[in-house]
Nanobody, 115 residues
Framework: QAQLVESGGGLVQPGGSLKLSCAPSTSGFSIYAMGWYRQAPGKQRELVAT???????NYADSVKGRFTVSRDNAKNTVYLQMNSLKPEDTAVYYC?????????WGQGTQVTVSS
């Protein structure tokens, strides 16, 4: 069973930066449209950034101009560079398909933005 593993989260102050990584735990597959999602307690999971295999990206308005998603197809790894972080960015961040059926959700990585 395929699983996506997220890493790179942590505790940062407002205005700080983090870079998240997402990679499959097994080899032998790739994802055409990879999305970064986040979920805060009591809220629905939301899609914040998407990158397609050709490099096209989409962002939610809440993160546009601050987050950058990229991918290394050779490594089958997707990244999320987060700058100018705000307390409202605090959430567990996940990666999964943005188009089509998602695979099993992983553990995610916690991002906490606090003074």
């Amino acid at each position: 069973q395929a699983q996506l593993v997220e890493s790179g989260g942590g505790l940062v102050q407002p205005g700080g930066s983090l870079k998240l990584s997402c990679a499959p735990s097994t080899s032998g597959f790739s994802i055409y449209a990879m999305g970064w999602y986040r979920q805060a307690p009591g809220k629905q999971r939301e899609l914040v950034a998407t990158i397609f295999s050709g490099g096209t990206t989409n962002y939610a308005d809440s993160v546009k101009g601050r987050f950058t998603v990229s991918r290394d197809n050779a490594k089958n790894t997707v990244y999320l560079q987060m700058n100018s972080l705000k307390p409202e960015d605090t959430a567990v961040y996940y990666c999964n398909r943005a188009i089509g059926s998602p695979i099993s959700w992983g553990q995610g990585t916690q991002v906490t933005v606090s003074s």
